[in-house]
């Protein structure tokens, strides 16, 4: 949506961020009214999850917002493919929350939360950036239909891989797609890569429509409940509200928040394998005895030795019932 210069404020003394439309947009209404709705979205918000706005103008035909300058790194950086501890993403994730929820207060829907739209500061603190897609509503109401100026209808506004299903079909939007899209990047946060990410965009979109994100390695059960709830497709199954999303998130308990290791994780079910291997072979067994049992007992074989070695006497002869006669044959 723009380049981002360091520069210095010689009137107040400090160091600001200055963003400005990309010389191939500086003539584009269009663009023009987006770069200015995004100035005007982030400065209505006075929140400490979103990125300060200090001035909005147009200089030379040119465009330019002048925001607080941040130190530290995207969230994209952060994770790097590699999953955060459990505890550092809910953290993180409260955070983002709490930016968003100072938004739909007030009307304003982001639509493209995604890690490179979070600052993570040298401090720790998140900070929400770039408010181009947002979607200002009148009043506090964020469930209100709006149409966008030079946007026509049912455009797909958003990023593939971490809009709301309702994003990617182009149908109307509210707060709820924030908090899909969050979901979204606290399971990113948990797992180390993005939940629906496919080898092309429409894979993805299509991924997002209709596939369940997989299960999560080492994450506790109550925690992983609540990224599904973000991901749930239809609306009306996710959190209705951020508020909601930060009151659960805080209500953790701490076994919550540390990690299964995955050692630990594969030897449990090793061993319950083995268990169940075992109580198996043991019913089979159960089982054979218990048709065994019901059998006639097989009759003793009597062992009858070589009587004699004379030629033309049998040498193994019949005996009789009562075993006290042998019958020998010429």
Known sequence: MGDVYRAR??????????????????????????FEREARAAATLNDPHVVGVHDFGVHDGIAFIVTELLHGETLRQR???????????????????????????????????????????????????DFGLAKMTDGADATATVTLEGVPPRTVAGTAGYMSPEQARGVRTDHRSDIFSTGAVLYEMLAGFAPFRRG????????????????????????????????????????????????????????????????????????TALLALMLFVAAVAA??????????????????????????????????????SVLLRR
């Open 200 to 271: 092309s965009t429409g894979q993805t979109i299509s991924a997002i429509l209709h596939d369940e994100p997989p299960e999560l390695t080492g994450v506790a059960p109550q925690l992983e409940g609540i990224v599904r709830h973000c991901l749930a497709k239809r609306p009306e199954e996710r959190f209705q509200s951020t508020h909601d999303l930060i009151f659960e998130l805080k209500a953790l308990p701490p076994a919550a928040l540390r990690a299964t290791p995955r050692r630990q994780r594969q030897r449990s079910l090793r061993t």
């Open 79 to 129: 994770i790097n493919g590699r999953p955060l501890p459990p505890h550092i993403a809910v953290e993180y994730t409260i955070q983002i929350a709490s930016g968003l929820a100072a938004g739909h207060d007030r009307g304003i829907v982001h639509r493209d939360i995604k890690p490179e739209n979070v600052f993570v500061t040298n401090e720790g603190r998140i900070k929400i950036l």
């Open 287 to 324: 089982t054979i005895g218990y048709f065994a049992g019901r059998r006639p007992a097989p009759t003793p074989v009597q062992r009858i030795h070589r009587l004699t070695d004379f030629a033309g006497i049998e040498e193994f002869p019949s005996i009789s019932p009562d075993r006290r």
């Open 9 to 34: 404020d010689p009137q107040l003394g400090r160091e600001v961020a200055i963003k400005v439309l990309p010389a191939a947009f500086w003539h584009d209404a269009d663009r023009q009214r987006t």
